[in-house]
């Protein structure tokens, strides 16, 4: 069944009087319908379209007020120089709510159906600590995958992890070298096990020039597929995918074992990379390596900078694979739109790619590459986030700390959670005070990690939606109606009631819900979608002050209002689920 939101359909109203009034060459301007703090909605494309009329704002107004009275019963009001302030009938906004709670999407349609999305997100690297980097990375480009996907796009995800590279050689031979050193079976500890080895390497690699050497040896070996050394290379990337594994479920992200997409896939593809650019006339070399330039880019001293596709010593860069990964997106998966989730510091690397991807005809101008960047995680200091000794904050360790911070807010109030009741509650908020506050703040923009904020019960925070939403579920269960299907609800609705202003506030902030997504769809912003939920939250709040529900006298609005309260609930779960984030029955 199809919900056509209330704006959509005092657009269409609108749209419909606007062109009666209009010449014919007009016909069909957008009257730019929005919601409004004076009416439920203001149309101010009047203006723009009186001018190219030639006629005063005001005359085509009123005249639009005239055939709109013949519409389905929406009312408007000129205002100001020419706008038109919009009022619903309460009957259309009840049959709103009704509908949506009809429909099993919450009258969300699927207008991306048919389009197929790559993601590239998270992508930490082998043998490394994953860093708060990785877990924007990961929690943007989850919740981007959920919502496009939610919307009908076919989705693929691609964690496209570093586990090729010269860092191996020394890897590989400093554990030949130390047979003591034990890193297999840590568990939970095998990236810090990995990590510390990884820094004891690159400490003897820079100390001692001869184990530097038999460092670049063992790269050549692994390179040529010599058995020993691949598989110890093999053994460090399948723990390292366990414990990304781990990490992933914990987080809640949908990342799994069969999305691992590294680095070393693309080996034997980037030679003819290399090739393609030169035969294309798009590379060229340059003291022995081979580099693309994009128009444009030069460093401070107006210098083009190059796009390293092959080094000096015949490695291939970075670059090259991202080349490949490109060419198997379009080629294999048929993408219409690849999205790279990458911090903001790999702009220009994205951009050079896209340009040379482009020009050699890898790229077609049918299929959109985008780079999502976002911003730097920083510490209370304003500092890049990092631990008291300068180290990589573990990822594993802030969502302890969150969860700490959480168990220490609930135990201060009175519950009656047994012990495995709390844990789950304490984990779904901890984990959604990290997500949430990841999520909430401009993608772009840098923000600080502040656990104390994050785990606030008040506030645009994931913890308070997550309280908004207990308290909906509460309500109902309270009302006896927590068993009740939502079409059942909806159906006891009676469509004739007067609406309380709060009802009225309530209802159009719930009409929105399709309407944020397919705007976070467009922009990839998912704080716009944090911001909607926070809204609706705080409608509920109003409506909840001002509307007994439960008490309310007759039985009529007592069901108009649960219904109400019911797809409220329905909403902000929802809405959180697709920013991945859990809602308890019960906080
Ligand atoms: N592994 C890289 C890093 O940790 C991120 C890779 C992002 N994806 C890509 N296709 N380049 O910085």
């Known amino acids: 069944m199809t919900v056509v939101a209330i704006q959509d359909q005092v657009e269409a109203a609108v749209k419909a009087a606007l062109t009666r009034a209009l010449p014919s060459e007009l016909a069909g301007s957008d009257p730019v319908v929005r919601r409004s703090d004076r009416a439920d909605f203001q149309a101010n494309g009047t203006l723009a379209v009186a001018k190219k009329a030639g006629r005063p704002p005001r005359a085509i107004a009123d005249e639009v007020v005239g055939h709109l009275d013949t519409e389905v019963g929406i009312t408007a009001e000129v205002s100001g120089p020419g706008f038109l302030n919009i009022t619903v009938p309460g009957n259309v906004v009840w049959s709103a709510v009704a509908a949506r709670l009809a429909d099993t999407r919450l009258g969300v349609a699927t207008p991306r159906a048919g389009e197929r999305v790559v993601v590239d997100y998270s992508a930490p690297n082998v043998a490394k600590e994953m860093h708060v980097g990785h877990l924007r990375s990961s929690v943007i480009g989850d919740a981007l995958v959920r919502i496009l996907g939610h919307l009908g796009a076919d989705v693929t995800r691609q964690n496209h992890i570093g586990d090729w590279g010269t860092q191996f050689g020394m890897l590989i031979q400093y554990l030949d070298e130390h047979p003591e050193v034990s890193w297999k079976g840590q568990g939970a500890e095998t990236m810090s096990a990995l990590d510390a080895l990884y820094k004891d390497a690159r400490v003897a690699f820079d100390a001692d020039p001869a184990f530097a050497d038999r460092s670049r040896s063992r790269v050549v070996a692994l390179q040529a597929g010599d058995d020993a050394t691949v598989a110890v290379w093999r053994d460090l990337v399948a723990e390292s995918e366990k414990a990304f594994d781990v990490i992933y479920s914990r987080l809640g992200v949908l990342l799994d074992d069969g999305d691992f997409d590294g680095e070393s896939r693309y080996n034997d593809a980037l030679p003819g990379i290399v090739e393609g650019l030169l035969a294309a006339g798009v590379a060229s070399e340059s003291d022995g390596?081979?580099?693309?330039?994009?128009?444009?880019?030069?460093?401070?001293?107006?210098?083009?900078?190059?796009?390293?596709?092959?080094?000096?010593?015949?490695?291939?860069?970075?670059?090259?694979t991202d080349l490949a990964t490109m060419r198997l997106r379009v080629d294999e998966y048929k993408a219409d739109r690849i999205l790279y989730v990458v911090d903001a510091r790999q702009a220009l690397h994205f951009k050079m790619v896209f340009d040379v991807a482009r020009r050699v005809g890898w790229l077609p101008e049918t299929v959109h590459a985008q780079h999502v960047p976002f911003g730097?995680?920083?510490?209370?200091?304003g500092r890049p986030f990092k631990t008291r000794s300068g180290k990589t904050v573990r990822l594993a360790d802030l969502l302890d700390d969150a969860e700490g911070a959480v168990r220490a807010v609930l135990q201060a109030r009175e519950h009656n959670f047994t012990g495995a009741e709390l844990d789950a509650v304490v984990h779904a908020a901890g984990t959604?005070?990290?997500?949430y506050a990841d999520l909430s703040n401009t993608r772009t923009k840098d923000y600080v990690f502040d656990v104390d904020q994050m785990v606030a019960t008040t506030g645009n925070t994931g913890v308070y939606l997550q309280y908004a939403h207990a308290r909906v579920r509460s309500i109902l269960r309270r009302a006896g109606e927590q068993t009740e299907a939502a079409t059942a609800v909806g159906g006891r609705l009676d469509t004739s009631l007067p609406l309380h202003p709060a009802e009225r506030t309530l209802a159009l902030t719930l009409d929105g819900f399709d309407a944020i997504l397919h705007d976070v769809a467009d922009t990839l912003e998912p704080h716009r979608l944090c911001g909607y939920l926070y809204d609706l939250a705080s409608a509920f709040t109003k409506f909840y002050d001002a509307c007994p529900v439960i008490k309310a006298d007759d039985p009529s609005v007592r069901a108009n209002r649960l219904a109400l309260s019911d797809l409220t609930g329905r909403t902000l779960a929802a809405g959180l689920g697709l920013l991945g984030i859990e809602a308890p029955e019960r906080m």
């Open 289 to 320: 390596a081979i580099v693309t330039f994009t128009d444009g880019v030069t460093n401070p001293d107006g210098d083009p900078v190059p796009l390293i596709v092959r080094k000096k010593d015949g490695g291939f860069g970075y670059a090259a």
């Open 376 to 381: 730097t995680v920083l510490g209370t200091d």
């Open 432 to 435: 959604a005070a990290i997500k």
